[in-house]
């Protein structure tokens, strides 16, 4: 059982939380009634197995650049204390265990399920061919209301798409700031990154802009949908506090609350979104 916490652990299990809010608040978004509890069983499952397997693959395919890396070097995975064929096992079966949730949601789902895993294994590959593996990983989570689209409808509707561009900025912005921790060995390891591309100075500044992005779509949503209202309206407001607290953590010249930044204020704000998507369903 302890080796089995260090794997969860070595995955961060945990922060399904940044996902799996945003997941539920599509799936209020994009239907006008709650499908059965067996379909969103099936999308939960789906979803949690799809980061699962992409924090494997990450793990798996950096393995050699973790163990040089000071901030990563004493992870189980690294130290010995899991073996790393733990790790490549939990890539492959979740992977495949996606793609028969998938087949179980709907066809159209089963079909698009293999592009997803591709990402997933691409993402960690990303960083050693461009400096934009953060908009790598966006596009993963643009997918997942598009996924929730066609779980619940069986189509690909705009509202799901400017869904997922909120995602996706909100996702590749703190993915960038997460980055900067990595900054100085990057640059001396040849490892690519925004942060590496244009300085910390300037990543910063992409970051701040993706996040505006990010709350330009999720007003967007709420002028596409025909019921959103109130709630929905005045808890962005809500939300974009939380954004710009985010960004007063992060300065050029102190990172040392990155962490606060990324594990704390972004879970925080998936959280945060649902419940405004909640509140204004239910009044």
């Given at each position: 059982?302890?080796?089995?916490?260090?794997l969860?652990?070595?995955?961060?299990?945990e922060?399904?939380?940044f996902?799996l809010p945003?997941?539920?608040?599509s799936?209020l978004?994009?239907?006008?009634?709650?499908?059965p509890?067996?379909?969103?069983?099936l999308i939960i499952?789906?979803?949690?197995?799809?980061?699962?397997?992409?924090?494997?693959?990450n793990?798996w395919?950096?393995?050699?650049?973790d163990?040089?890396?000071?901030?990563?070097?004493?992870w189980?995975?690294?130290?010995?204390e899991?073996?790393?064929?733990?790790?490549k096992?939990?890539?492959?079966?979740?992977?495949?265990a996606f793609i028969v949730?998938s087949?179980?949601?709907?066809t159209l789902?089963?079909?698009l399920?293999?592009?997803?895993?591709?990402?997933l294994?691409?993402?960690p590959?990303a960083?050693?061919?461009?400096h934009?593996?953060?908009?790598v990983?966006?596009?993963?989570?643009?997918l997942?209301?598009v996924?929730?689209d066609?779980?619940?409808?069986?189509?690909?509707?705009?509202?799901?798409?400017?869904?997922?561009l909120a995602?996706?900025?909100?996702?590749a912005?703190?993915d960038?700031?997460y980055?900067l921790q990595?900054?100085?060995?990057?640059k001396?390891?040849?490892?690519?990154s925004l942060?590496v591309?244009?300085?910390?100075?300037?990543?910063i500044?992409v970051?701040?802009m993706l996040?505006?992005?990010?709350?330009?779509?999720?007003?967007l949503?709420g002028v596409?949908?025909?019921k959103?209202g109130?709630?929905y309206?005045?808890?962005?407001?809500l939300l974009?506090?939380?954004?710009?607290?985010?960004?007063r953590l992060?300065?050029p010249?102190?990172?040392?609350?990155?962490?606060?930044?990324?594990?704390?204020?972004?879970g925080?704000?998936?959280?945060l979104y649902?419940?405004?998507v909640?509140l204004?369903?239910i009044?």
């Amino acid at each position: 059982m302890q080796k089995v916490k260090a794997l969860a652990d070595t995955i961060k299990f945990e922060h399904t939380i940044f996902a799996l809010p945003f997941a539920l608040a599509s799936l209020l978004l994009l239907v006008d009634h709650i499908p059965p509890l067996s379909k969103i069983v099936l999308i939960i499952l789906a979803l949690v197995l799809a980061r699962t397997a992409g924090m494997a693959f990450n793990r798996w395919l950096d393995y050699e650049i973790d163990k040089k890396n000071p901030r990563t070097r004493n992870w189980a995975h690294i130290r010995g204390e899991i073996p790393l064929e733990w790790v490549k096992l939990l890539a492959v079966f979740s992977s495949a265990a996606f793609i028969v949730v998938s087949a179980l949601i709907n066809t159209l789902a089963f079909i698009l399920s293999p592009v997803v895993v591709f990402l997933l294994w691409f993402y960690p590959l990303a960083k050693r061919i461009t400096h934009f593996p953060h908009l790598v990983l966006g596009v993963v989570y643009f997918l997942i209301p598009v996924a929730v689209d066609i779980a619940v409808n069986g189509r690909v509707s705009l509202l799901a798409v400017v869904l997922g561009l909120a995602m996706a900025t909100w996702v590749a912005g703190f993915d960038i700031l997460y980055a900067l921790q990595d900054y100085e060995f990057d640059k001396r390891y040849g490892v690519k990154s925004l942060p590496v591309k244009l300085g910390i100075e300037g990543a910063i500044r992409v970051a701040r802009m993706l996040h505006l992005l990010t709350f330009i779509f999720l007003l967007l949503v709420g002028v596409l949908h025909p019921k959103m209202g109130v709630i929905y309206f005045g808890g962005l407001l809500l939300l974009a506090a939380f954004l710009l607290y985010e960004h007063r953590l992060v300065k050029p010249n102190d990172l040392s609350k990155v962490n606060k930044a990324f594990f704390t204020v972004n879970g925080w704000v998936s959280v945060l979104y649902f419940l405004i998507v909640l509140l204004d369903y239910i009044f």
